[in-house]
């Protein structure tokens, strides 16, 4: 779901998205197959290993689909929020840091960036290892450098990262799964992040980012790190802004000293001064009436992962979330309420019970679910909108 600034990407992003725009490429696959194969031997990988990983795959047009996909539903940020940021995470998480307490020491202590920020994106990427993804990472790369689209070049190099991968013998070929796009493993690497920044974290000489938590953690401290965190510095904060404050002055990259901020009238979100030293940039997600936040350039480290604000927001909340501070404090502006993972899978059961097909009731809302809820709404004479909210289970509950 991602693409990254600092090189490859960890996973596949909405700019690479928009770069898509895969046809049928069937007929050729086996002749594009033979043409990469040159090239992998150029970077190393054999014949055997190319030919054993290749062996019996196919163009797969559920990637290709997946690829030109352009859902028609964009999710709200507090949807969003709500979805990666309940108490279900939070518990979760603090769960696998007392299970996995030494992994995330060690890489906290050799990276220099702390254990809650390793472990929110963790919760993030994968639901701390429960969500790896289940495609097969060849057929899938394969299938796109393949393909009529104007990024083929660039999986046509994540394929050929991934060979490498094998060749290596760092992670058996069969639990090289993950997304459509590319990313694998608990924090979602790119195959050619994964060669410049995956570490061995358990010292048995492999790096592994999908079957030990060491070394995932300590991949994704060591991206932080080479993103410029600044141990000691906090990402930011909720803030207040004055009525006065003007949407132009908003933006993660207009950053000015916290001081300026103050003479603005911004303050923390419960009135106390600001703090907090080196520039600082003010964003407001869902607009001025919305929640705002000050934030730092550990945020932009976090940002890097995703190239997202939603996205970045919602691991450094969970980081704070995680450490026992308080969530988003000021309420988004929606009269209709987000709901959690739990009150998603409940409102997924009560449509089921309503003989609608939404697949297992799951906490993840697509599009069976969405169509269903536009239903539901239309019977219940509400607006149809498709949207997960407080109002549409509310109904339900109520018969």
């Known amino acids: 779901m991602r693409n990254h600034p600092l090189g490859s990407g960890v996973a596949l992003g909405f700019g690479l998205l928009a770069g898509l725009v895969a046809g049928p490429a069937r007929a ?26 290749t062996r019996g795959i196919s163009y797969d047009d559920k990637v290709i689909e997946l690829s030109q996909a352009q859902p028609e539903f964009k999710t709200p940020i507090w949807d969003y929020m709500a979805a990666l940021v309940d108490d ?25 960036v702390d254990r809650y920020t390793i472990a929110a994106v963790w919760g993030v990427e994968s639901n701390f290892g429960k969500n790896l993804g289940k495609m097969p990472l060849v057929q899938s790369l394969a299938t796109l450098a393949c393909s009529n689209n104007r990024r083929r070049d660039f999986f046509r190099s994540e394929l050929i990262a991934t060979l490498r991968i094998i060749e290596r013998g760092d992670i ?22 994964y060669h410049r920044l995956a ?33 000691g510095q906090v ?17 993660r990259k207009n950053k ?5 901020w103050a003479s603005l009238g911004v303050t923390r979100v419960d009135g106390r001064p600001l703090a907090g030293e080196g520039p600082a940039g003010i964003i407001a997600p869902a607009g001025l009436d919305g929640p705002a936040f000050l934030v730092t350039k550990n945020f932009d480290a976090i940002y890097s992962y995703n190239a997202a604000e939603s996205y970045g927001l919602a691991i450094a909340v969970l980081s704070d979330r995680l450490r026992g501070k308080a969530g988003v404090q000021a309420a988004w502006p929606t ?31 697509g ?16 607006n149809p909108t498709g949207r997960p909210g407080g109002k549409v289970l509310e109904a339900l509950r109520g018969g």
């Not at 990469?36 to 150029?42: K, S, V």
């Not at 000015?256 to 300026?260: G, T, V, W």
């Not at 599009?367 to 509400?382: F, N, P, S, Y």
Request: charged share 25%.
């Open 172 to 193: 058996a070929p069969e639990r090289l799964t993950g997304s459509w796009a590319g990313a694998f493993g608990q924090t979602q690497f790119m195959p050619t992040t």
């Open 256 to 260: 000015k000293p916290i001081a300026h």
């Open 335 to 365: 009269d209709d309420p987000p709901l959690s993972r739990a009150e998603r899978r409940d409102l997924q059961t009560r449509l089921a019970a309503r003989g609608y097909d939404v697949g297992e009731p799951d906490g993840k809302v």
């Open 367 to 382: 599009q069976k679910t969405r169509d269903a809820i536009k239903d539901v709404e239309r019977k219940l004479g509400m």
């Open 199 to 231: 570490v061995d974290g358990d010292g048995d000489g492999r790096r592994d980012v999908v079957d030990s938590v060491a070394d995932a953690v300590g991949s994704t401290a060591n991206f932080l790190h080479v993103a410029k965190w600044q141990n």
């Open 235 to 251: 990402w930011g904060y909720e803030v207040k802004l004055p009525r006065s404050f003007s949407v132009a002055a908003a933006g």
């Open 28 to 53: 050729d696959f086996d002749s594009c197959l033979a043409g990469i194969q040159g090239q992998a031997a150029a970077a190393g990988v054999s014949a055997q290993t190319f030919q054993a990983a």
């Open 88 to 112: 279900e995470r939070v518990e979760d998480g603090r769960a696998a840091m007392r299970q996995n307490a030494s992994a995330l020491a060690q890489a906290e202590s050799r990276y220099g």
